[in-house]
T-cell receptor, first 109, second 114 residues
Framework: GESVGLHLPTLSVQEGDNSIINCAYS??????FIWYKQESGKGPQFIID?????DKRQGQRVTVLLNKTVKHLSLQIAATQPGDSAVYFC????????FGAGTRLTVKP | DSGVTQTPKHLITATGQRVTLRCSPR?????VYWYQQSLDQGLQFLIQ???????AKGNILERFSAQQFPDLHSELNLSSLELGDSALYFC?????????????FGPGTRLLVL
């Protein structure tokens, strides 16, 4: 069936470095994608979204890239900070949103 | 703080029991979504309500049901509980703006079935 998946379950980066978290999806008809951040003991928090008619969208210190050809989505975090340590989920869809398994980002001081 | 509230924060119960989880959406949001997050299944969409009516259904068991009330708060009822129902249950609310719909999640209810 259709799925949303992540390439790596964990990612460790040095404070100040850039982080890249990847996600693959299988439904070529997907037209809306979201990245969520989930800190320990909290609910997922919206970071940034992108529609399929775009290939890049920038927020504050975050950029989402969408490659529809290979059905790949990435989240780039610039100048990663300790507060960025969390699990990051990609999700696709509107009402019936499907989430990836998550990547745990650890920022080393 | 997302503006979405959920009660209770923690719930411990026994197999075979029934529980009710409550969610209050952000002010003005008409849609409420319920999700289950367990270690082995990740975040799974259960059901969505929009302005009191069921809008979409995901991987929700027949033992589970939900409703949204006129004041837009929602309840998720879990019955005949099994050990495997132990999980975090999240509620999210959203409003559609400019063709996009962003979901804002509550803090979750942690359910432990013993």
């Amino acid at each position: 069936g259709e799925s949303v998946g992540l390439h790596l379950p964990t990612l460790s980066v040095q404070e100040g470095d850039n982080s890249i978290i990847n996600c693959a999806y299988s439904n070529s008809a997907s037209d809306y994608f979201i990245w969520y951040k989930q800190e320990s003991g909290k609910g997922p928090q919206f970071i940034i979204d992108i529609r399929s008619n775009m290939d890049k969208r920038q927020g504050q210190r975050v950029t989402v890239l969408l490659n529809k050809t290979v059905k790949h989505l990435s989240l780039q975090i610039a100048a990663t900070q300790p507060g960025d340590s969390a699990v990051y989920f990609c999700a696709e869809g509107f009402n019936d949103m499907r989430f990836g398994a998550g990547t745990r980002l650890t920022v080393k001081p | 703080d997302s503006g979405v509230t959920q009660t209770p924060k923690h719930l411990i119960t026994a197999t075979g029991q029934r529980v009710t989880l409550r969610c209050s959406p952000r002010s003005g949001d008409l849609s409420v979504y319920w999700y289950q997050q367990s270690l082995d299944q990740g975040l799974q969409f259960l059901i969505q309500y929009y302005n009191g009516e069921e809008r979409a259904k995901g991987n929700i068991l027949e033992r589970f049901s939900a409703q949204q009330f006129p004041d837009l708060h929602s309840e998720l009822n879990l019955s005949s509980l099994e050990l495997g129902d132990s999980a975090l249950y999240f509620c999210a609310s959203s409003v559609r703006q400019g063709g996009q719909e962003t979901q804002y999640f509550g803090p979750g209810t942690r359910l432990l079935v013993l």
